[in-house]
């Protein structure tokens, strides 16, 4: 492996290094905004359906806690880094599939005011998840496009003009959000290189410090050598 790719898998090992150091926080805000929901649209017709949507929620924040401690308990060889990538994407994946249903699970009753709330919660978790999954961006579109785009179809093909006109309203800011996005992953990757490079002048000067304290070392002894040579010489 040239040096170069070496630096790409190590540059690679500290941006997933980075997802899962900071993967509670977006985590438990979900955890959290899943229960807010849950309780606001609480509907007795219709509480085995949202049980089982929390139920579901649960089980995979589980799921992905488990991920993220066997992760910390690894080597975490930085040749591992993909292996511990597409692991974290399939659990972003369950966690944006299980959001995609929220407006087809809980009973919003076709109010617009109950709909508005999904949605701005939705959009509330894109924007929100920009700070954490922004490291790549397959993880955070993976959160993203499954999560959005079935409650942009519920808003655009729902029998409601408002709901209508609040889809269209909902596609325009998820897409500020997304270009918002792009532009912050750029600047976290771009923070994450100089970290890097950082690490590596650090490690360089403790090498050339390592190597300067054993020339001297060695100049001493020689040092020591001659005056010995000299004495014994005289």
Known sequence: MSEQQQDFVKLNALRVDAIYNNSAIPVIVML???LGLLITLWDEKNIYFSLAWFTSII?????????????????????????WLNIYLAGTFLAAIAWGTTVYVLSTNGDIINIGLVTMFMLILLSGSIG????????????SLPAITPLIFYLLFHNNEQVNKLGIITIIFTVFIFIVQYHSHKIINQLLVFKYDNKLLLDNYEQ???????????????????NSIKEKSG
């Open 59 to 83: 089980i995979i924040t589980l799921i992905r806690y488990l991920i993220v401690t066997k992760y910390h308990a690894s080597q975490k060889l930085p040749e591992q880094y993909s292996y």
């Open 132 to 143: 954490i999954y922004s490291v790549f961006q397959r993880i955070y579109y993976t959160l």
């Open 32 to 34: 959290c905004g899943a």
């Open 208 to 226: 050339d410090q390592d190597k300067i304290n054993d020339l001297e070392q060695r100049h001493n002894a020689t040092k020591q050598e001659l």
